[in-house]
Protein backbone atom coordinates (compact mmCIF):
# COMPACT_ATOMS: atom_id res chain seq x y z
CA UNK A 1 0.00 0.00 0.00
CA UNK A 2 1.44 2.97 -0.69
CA UNK A 3 2.60 5.34 2.29
CA UNK A 4 0.92 8.54 0.66
CA UNK A 5 -2.72 6.77 0.39
CA UNK A 6 -5.17 8.59 1.69
CA UNK A 7 -3.35 11.48 2.77
CA UNK A 8 -5.19 14.79 2.73
CA UNK A 9 -3.84 18.27 1.65
CA UNK A 10 -4.43 21.36 4.17
CA UNK A 11 -2.76 23.85 5.13
CA UNK A 12 -0.11 21.51 7.31
CA UNK A 13 0.04 19.13 4.19
CA UNK A 14 3.33 18.61 3.81
CA UNK A 15 4.30 18.41 7.85
CA UNK A 16 1.44 15.60 7.77
CA UNK A 17 2.48 13.97 5.00
CA UNK A 18 6.61 13.93 6.28
CA UNK A 19 4.65 12.95 9.64
CA UNK A 20 2.92 9.85 7.74
CA UNK A 21 6.08 8.65 5.79
CA UNK A 22 8.28 8.24 9.14
CA UNK A 23 5.63 6.43 10.68
CA UNK A 24 5.36 4.21 7.77
CA UNK A 25 8.87 2.40 9.32
CA UNK A 26 6.90 1.18 12.33
CA UNK A 27 3.89 -0.81 10.43
CA UNK A 28 5.81 -2.27 7.30
CA UNK A 29 7.75 -3.53 9.92
CA UNK A 30 5.07 -6.07 10.64
CA UNK A 31 4.81 -7.42 7.36
CA UNK A 32 5.27 -11.58 7.93
CA UNK A 33 7.88 -12.08 4.82
CA UNK A 34 10.75 -9.14 3.97
CA UNK A 35 12.78 -10.23 1.02
CA UNK A 36 15.92 -8.12 0.29
CA UNK A 37 16.43 -6.75 -3.15
CA UNK A 38 19.19 -9.91 -3.84
CA UNK A 39 15.78 -11.73 -4.12
CA UNK A 40 18.01 -14.75 -2.29
CA UNK A 41 17.94 -13.74 1.42
CA UNK A 42 15.34 -13.53 3.80
CA UNK A 43 15.14 -10.61 7.03
CA UNK A 44 13.12 -11.66 9.44
CA UNK A 45 10.50 -9.19 10.38
CA UNK A 46 11.86 -8.44 14.00
CA UNK A 47 15.00 -7.71 12.47
CA UNK A 48 13.80 -4.38 10.50
CA UNK A 49 14.36 -1.49 11.81
CA UNK A 50 13.73 0.93 8.50
CA UNK A 51 11.93 -0.96 6.07
CA UNK A 52 11.83 0.72 2.69
CA UNK A 53 8.37 -0.63 1.36
CA UNK A 54 7.92 2.63 -0.77
CA UNK A 55 5.85 2.50 -4.39
CA UNK A 56 7.42 3.26 -7.57
CA UNK A 57 5.53 5.96 -9.57
CA UNK A 58 8.04 6.18 -12.43
CA UNK A 59 10.67 3.00 -12.91
CA UNK A 60 12.75 3.44 -16.27
CA UNK A 61 13.23 -0.57 -15.55
CA UNK A 62 15.58 -1.27 -18.64
CA UNK A 63 17.73 1.88 -18.01
CA UNK A 64 20.63 -0.33 -17.39
CA UNK A 65 20.56 -2.60 -20.23
CA UNK A 66 22.24 -1.38 -23.36
CA UNK A 67 21.23 -1.36 -27.25
CA UNK A 68 22.71 -5.01 -27.62
CA UNK A 69 21.33 -6.04 -24.99
CA UNK A 70 24.35 -6.36 -22.08
CA UNK A 71 24.58 -4.16 -19.70
CA UNK A 72 26.38 -1.23 -18.23
CA UNK A 73 29.49 -0.97 -16.53
CA UNK A 74 28.76 2.15 -14.57
CA UNK A 75 25.70 3.42 -13.49
CA UNK A 76 25.59 7.29 -11.86
CA UNK A 77 22.39 7.79 -9.87
CA UNK A 78 21.58 11.74 -9.19
CA UNK A 79 19.81 12.83 -5.59
CA UNK A 80 17.38 15.02 -7.45
CA UNK A 81 14.11 17.39 -6.03
CA UNK A 82 11.53 17.18 -8.72
CA UNK A 83 11.41 21.21 -9.20
CA UNK A 84 14.99 21.42 -10.34
CA UNK A 85 14.14 20.62 -14.08
CA UNK A 86 16.80 23.31 -15.12
CA UNK A 87 19.85 21.06 -13.30
CA UNK A 88 18.82 17.52 -14.53
CA UNK A 89 18.74 19.12 -17.92
CA UNK A 90 21.47 20.91 -17.22
CA UNK A 91 23.15 17.36 -16.32
CA UNK A 92 21.74 16.02 -19.27
CA UNK A 93 23.39 18.63 -21.94
CA UNK A 94 26.51 18.13 -20.38
CA UNK A 95 28.31 15.34 -18.38
CA UNK A 96 25.27 13.14 -18.45
CA UNK A 97 24.73 13.53 -22.20
CA UNK A 98 24.03 10.30 -23.47
CA UNK A 99 26.70 10.85 -26.29
CA UNK A 100 29.01 10.73 -23.43
CA UNK A 101 27.36 8.00 -21.61
CA UNK A 102 27.41 5.70 -23.85
CA UNK A 103 31.23 6.47 -24.98
CA UNK A 104 32.13 4.91 -21.40
CA UNK A 105 29.18 2.20 -21.30
CA UNK A 106 27.41 4.08 -18.47
CA UNK A 107 23.63 5.73 -17.81
CA UNK A 108 22.20 7.95 -15.60
CA UNK A 109 18.93 7.70 -14.08
CA UNK A 110 17.45 10.62 -11.42
CA UNK A 111 16.17 9.88 -7.83
CA UNK A 112 13.38 11.82 -6.05
CA UNK A 113 10.25 11.69 -4.01
CA UNK A 114 7.04 13.10 -4.76
CA UNK A 115 4.85 15.83 -3.26
CA UNK A 116 0.82 14.94 -3.54
CA UNK A 117 0.32 19.04 -2.56
CA UNK A 118 2.12 20.17 -6.13
CA UNK A 119 -0.22 17.93 -8.76
CA UNK A 120 0.84 20.12 -12.03
CA UNK A 121 4.78 19.64 -10.61
CA UNK A 122 4.25 15.84 -10.40
CA UNK A 123 2.74 16.28 -14.52
CA UNK A 124 5.37 17.88 -15.31
CA UNK A 125 8.21 15.28 -13.85
CA UNK A 126 5.67 12.56 -15.73
CA UNK A 127 6.50 14.19 -19.09
CA UNK A 128 9.60 15.03 -18.51
CA UNK A 129 10.07 11.02 -17.90
CA UNK A 130 7.86 10.35 -20.72
CA UNK A 131 10.60 12.01 -22.92
CA UNK A 132 13.53 11.13 -21.09
CA UNK A 133 13.45 8.22 -19.57
CA UNK A 134 15.55 8.60 -16.99
CA UNK A 135 13.54 9.37 -13.48
CA UNK A 136 13.27 6.99 -10.72
CA UNK A 137 10.48 8.54 -8.32
CA UNK A 138 9.19 6.50 -5.13
CA UNK A 139 6.21 7.93 -2.98
CA UNK A 140 7.85 8.83 -0.10
CA UNK A 141 7.44 12.90 0.64
CA UNK A 142 10.41 14.89 -1.16
CA UNK A 143 11.60 16.88 1.81
CA UNK A 144 14.78 17.78 3.48
CA UNK A 145 14.35 15.48 6.49
CA UNK A 146 13.87 12.86 4.11
CA UNK A 147 16.88 12.81 2.41
CA UNK A 148 17.66 9.79 3.92
CA UNK A 149 14.88 7.81 2.23
CA UNK A 150 16.09 8.96 -1.41
CA UNK A 151 19.19 7.87 -0.47
CA UNK A 152 17.94 4.00 0.21
CA UNK A 153 15.86 4.51 -2.47
CA UNK A 154 18.93 5.15 -5.15
CA UNK A 155 20.88 1.79 -3.27
CA UNK A 156 17.33 -0.35 -3.87
CA UNK A 157 16.99 0.92 -7.14
CA UNK A 158 20.62 0.25 -8.34
CA UNK A 159 20.44 -3.45 -6.08
CA UNK A 160 17.39 -4.52 -7.65
CA UNK A 161 17.70 -2.86 -11.41
CA UNK A 162 21.47 -2.51 -12.06
CA UNK A 163 22.84 -5.56 -10.19
CA UNK A 164 25.80 -5.91 -12.92
CA UNK A 165 26.91 -2.69 -12.95
CA UNK A 166 30.89 -2.78 -11.85
CA UNK A 167 30.47 0.91 -10.68
CA UNK A 168 27.99 3.23 -9.22
CA UNK A 169 28.53 6.91 -9.03
CA UNK A 170 26.16 8.75 -6.73
CA UNK A 171 26.13 12.63 -7.19
CA UNK A 172 23.99 15.76 -5.98
CA UNK A 173 22.18 17.30 -8.77
CA UNK A 174 24.77 20.54 -8.23
CA UNK A 175 27.74 18.65 -9.30
CA UNK A 176 29.52 18.97 -12.23
CA UNK A 177 31.68 15.64 -13.00
CA UNK A 178 34.46 15.17 -15.22
CA UNK A 179 33.62 11.97 -16.38
CA UNK A 180 36.34 11.71 -19.15
CA UNK A 181 38.80 12.02 -16.08
CA UNK A 182 36.93 10.21 -13.91
CA UNK A 183 36.43 6.96 -15.93
CA UNK A 184 40.33 7.35 -16.60
CA UNK A 185 41.12 7.00 -12.90
CA UNK A 186 38.71 4.21 -13.08
CA UNK A 187 40.31 2.34 -15.33
CA UNK A 188 44.23 2.78 -14.43
CA UNK A 189 44.02 3.17 -10.81
CA UNK A 190 40.63 2.33 -9.02
CA UNK A 191 41.04 -0.94 -11.26
CA UNK A 192 44.26 -2.35 -10.85
CA UNK A 193 44.53 -1.42 -6.62
CA UNK A 194 41.19 -2.18 -5.21
CA UNK A 195 39.22 -4.21 -7.41
CA UNK A 196 35.69 -5.04 -7.86
CA UNK A 197 34.29 -5.49 -4.56
CA UNK A 198 34.33 -3.74 -0.97
CA UNK A 199 34.82 -0.04 -2.75
CA UNK A 200 33.82 2.92 -1.34
CA UNK A 201 35.94 6.02 -2.85
CA UNK A 202 34.47 9.85 -1.41
CA UNK A 203 36.15 12.73 0.42
CA UNK A 204 36.12 11.51 3.64
CA UNK A 205 34.84 13.98 6.93
CA UNK A 206 36.93 13.15 9.88
CA UNK A 207 36.06 14.50 13.37
CA UNK A 208 32.91 16.42 12.05
CA UNK A 209 31.28 18.16 15.03
CA UNK A 210 28.12 17.54 15.81
CA UNK A 211 25.44 20.90 15.73
CA UNK A 212 23.39 21.39 19.29
CA UNK A 213 22.47 24.69 18.05
CA UNK A 214 18.72 24.51 18.39
CA UNK A 215 17.80 27.08 15.71
CA UNK A 216 20.25 25.68 13.18
CA UNK A 217 18.84 23.76 10.23
CA UNK A 218 21.49 20.75 11.10
CA UNK A 219 20.45 20.81 15.04
CA UNK A 220 20.74 17.44 16.40
CA UNK A 221 19.33 17.01 20.29
CA UNK A 222 22.22 14.70 22.39
CA UNK A 223 19.31 12.05 22.55
CA UNK A 224 18.99 11.36 19.21
CA UNK A 225 22.72 11.25 18.51
CA UNK A 226 25.21 11.68 21.53
CA UNK A 227 28.87 12.50 21.54
CA UNK A 228 30.69 15.78 20.21
CA UNK A 229 31.74 14.25 16.83
CA UNK A 230 30.03 12.22 14.05
CA UNK A 231 32.60 8.96 13.15
CA UNK A 232 34.19 9.24 9.90
CA UNK A 233 32.07 9.69 6.62
CA UNK A 234 31.92 10.94 3.43
CA UNK A 235 30.56 14.01 1.79
CA UNK A 236 27.22 12.94 -0.29
CA UNK A 237 28.02 15.28 -3.02
CA UNK A 238 29.33 12.17 -4.45
CA UNK A 239 31.14 9.33 -4.04
CA UNK A 240 32.33 6.04 -6.03
CA UNK A 241 30.91 2.41 -5.04
CA UNK A 242 31.64 -1.20 -6.30
CA UNK A 243 29.03 -2.80 -8.03
CA UNK A 244 28.45 -4.93 -4.93
CA UNK A 245 28.31 -2.15 -2.58
CA UNK A 246 24.44 -1.26 -3.53
CA UNK A 247 22.99 -4.48 -2.37
CA UNK A 248 25.29 -4.75 0.52
CA UNK A 249 24.74 -1.06 1.81
CA UNK A 250 20.70 -1.50 0.99
CA UNK A 251 20.63 -4.51 3.14
CA UNK A 252 22.17 -3.07 5.89
CA UNK A 253 19.67 -0.13 5.77
CA UNK A 254 16.93 -2.01 6.60
CA UNK A 255 18.13 -3.56 9.61
CA UNK A 256 20.22 -0.04 10.54
CA UNK A 257 17.47 2.86 12.34
CA UNK A 258 16.87 5.80 10.51
CA UNK A 259 18.68 8.38 10.94
CA UNK A 260 17.72 11.49 8.93
CA UNK A 261 21.50 13.64 7.92
CA UNK A 262 21.93 10.88 5.09
CA UNK A 263 25.55 11.70 4.40
CA UNK A 264 26.39 10.17 7.91
CA UNK A 265 23.95 7.15 7.53
CA UNK A 266 24.64 6.21 4.25
CA UNK A 267 28.67 6.57 3.95
CA UNK A 268 28.77 6.51 7.90
CA UNK A 269 26.94 4.22 9.37
CA UNK A 270 26.14 1.67 7.34
CA UNK A 271 29.40 1.08 6.05
CA UNK A 272 30.33 0.99 9.10
CA UNK A 273 27.68 -1.78 9.93
CA UNK A 274 29.56 -3.36 6.66
CA UNK A 275 32.86 -3.44 8.26
CA UNK A 276 33.76 -1.93 5.29
CA UNK A 277 36.41 1.20 5.34
CA UNK A 278 36.51 4.46 3.02
CA UNK A 279 39.20 5.06 0.48
CA UNK A 280 40.67 8.64 0.69
CA UNK A 281 39.65 10.75 -2.56
CA UNK A 282 39.60 14.10 -1.03
CA UNK A 283 41.91 15.51 -4.00
CA UNK A 284 39.50 15.11 -6.53
CA UNK A 285 36.81 17.41 -4.76
CA UNK A 286 36.19 21.19 -5.25
CA UNK A 287 33.38 22.05 -3.24
CA UNK A 288 34.20 25.78 -2.76
CA UNK A 289 31.83 26.85 -5.42
CA UNK A 290 33.18 30.66 -5.92
CA UNK A 291 36.61 29.37 -7.00
CA UNK A 292 35.72 26.27 -9.14
CA UNK A 293 37.03 27.68 -12.63
CA UNK A 294 40.23 29.12 -11.10
CA UNK A 295 40.55 25.40 -9.22
CA UNK A 296 40.26 23.96 -12.94
CA UNK A 297 42.66 26.45 -14.15
CA UNK A 298 45.24 25.30 -11.83
CA UNK A 299 44.40 21.58 -12.19
CA UNK A 300 47.27 20.71 -14.68
CA UNK A 301 46.97 17.01 -13.36
CA UNK A 302 43.62 17.01 -13.74
CA UNK A 303 43.22 15.48 -10.66
CA UNK A 304 39.94 16.93 -9.96
CA UNK A 305 36.59 15.48 -10.59
CA UNK A 306 33.80 16.73 -8.84
CA UNK A 307 32.97 19.81 -8.49
CA UNK A 308 30.14 22.16 -6.22
CA UNK A 309 28.47 24.66 -8.65
CA UNK A 310 25.71 27.40 -7.79
CA UNK A 311 25.65 28.80 -11.44
CA UNK A 312 24.59 26.96 -14.88
CA UNK A 313 26.49 29.17 -16.97
CA UNK A 314 29.88 28.01 -15.32
CA UNK A 315 28.96 24.45 -15.50
CA UNK A 316 28.30 24.71 -19.03
CA UNK A 317 31.42 26.86 -19.66
CA UNK A 318 33.55 24.25 -17.82
CA UNK A 319 32.27 21.54 -19.15
CA UNK A 320 32.96 22.47 -22.80
CA UNK A 321 36.42 23.11 -21.36
CA UNK A 322 37.06 19.99 -19.60
CA UNK A 323 35.81 17.87 -23.08
CA UNK A 324 38.73 20.16 -25.39
CA UNK A 325 40.94 19.39 -22.70
CA UNK A 326 40.15 15.54 -22.79
CA UNK A 327 40.25 15.82 -26.61
CA UNK A 328 43.63 17.30 -26.28
CA UNK A 329 44.65 14.65 -24.63
CA UNK A 330 43.19 12.31 -26.82
CA UNK A 331 44.68 13.20 -29.74
CA UNK A 332 48.23 13.89 -28.35
CA UNK A 333 47.85 9.96 -27.09
CA UNK A 334 46.79 9.05 -30.66
CA UNK A 335 50.07 11.41 -32.30
CA UNK A 336 52.33 9.69 -29.52
CA UNK A 337 51.41 6.20 -30.44
CA UNK A 338 51.93 6.56 -34.42
CA UNK A 339 55.26 8.37 -34.02
CA UNK A 340 55.77 4.34 -31.44
CA UNK A 341 55.04 2.17 -34.23
CA UNK A 342 56.07 4.12 -37.69
CA UNK A 343 58.57 1.96 -39.61
CA UNK A 344 62.14 2.86 -39.18
CA UNK A 345 63.38 3.82 -42.78
CA UNK A 346 65.87 1.10 -44.00
CA UNK A 347 69.66 2.62 -44.17
CA UNK A 348 71.03 3.34 -47.69
Known amino acids: K ?15 Q ?30 IKNPHNFRYLLNPEGACRTHDGGHVRLLVYVHAAPANFKKRQSIRQTWGDQDVLRRYNATLVFIMGSL ?41 WAATYCSKAVYILKSDDDILINLHQLVKYIRNVVEPQHGHKNVILCNQWMRMKIIREKKSKWYIPEEEFPGEYFPPYCSGSAFLLSGDMARAMYEASLVTPFFWVDDYYITGALIKHLGVSHKRLNQAYSLNPSVAEGKYKNDTKRELFFYHLHKLGVLYRLWRNMTADYEQQLARTARTSSRAVSPVPKAA
Not at 2 to 16: F, I
Open 18 to 47: ERRSWRQRTTASRRANVTTASANKTIRPED
Open 116 to 156: VDKPKLMDLVRMESDRYGDIVQEDFVDSYRNLTYKAVAGLK
Open 2 to 16: SVLAGVQVCKHGRVV
